[in-house]
């Protein structure tokens, strides 16, 4: 069974950091695209960041230069590294997998979501 599960979101002052990870479980990320995502109360769910197979990273403007993507095959995870957060990041993140990447939410497979509030 393939199942993506998210941690790491919490509370965090602006200008603090915070890594959220997304692992998985009945196949090998490494195999996989992996996107996170993420959606604000009432708003539609925008693509964050993508890592492709081949280890190419993608970011969304509002974000570059203060998330970095990166897998760690080993564990089977892929986290997000985000620094220099802001109100504006508060969000569900959730991660997905899929064959190619993509920044549109069009991928396979989806995690559950981890609350990220940036607030002080």
């Not at 959606?39 to 993608?58: F, L, T, W």
């Not at 990447?101 to 940036?118: A, F, H, K, M, N």
């Amino acid at each position: 069974q393939v199942q993506l599960v998210e941690s790491g979101g919490g509370l965090v002052q602006p200008g603090g950091s915070l890594r959220v990870s997304c692992t998985a479980s009945g196949f090998s990320l490494n195999s996989y695209a992996i996107g996170w995502f993420r959606q604000a109360p009432g708003k539609e769910r925008e693509g964050v960041s993508c890592i492709s197979r081949d280890g190419r990273s993608y970011y969304i403007d509002s974000v570059k230069g203060r998330f970095t993507i990166s897998r760690d095959n080993a564990q089977n995870t892929i986290y997000l590294q985000m620094n220099s957060l802001k109100p504006e990041d508060t969000a569900v993140y959730y991660c997905a997998a899929d064959y190619l990447c993509s920044l549109d939410p069009v991928l396979e497979y989806w995690g559950q979501g981890t609350r990220v509030t940036v607030s002080s």
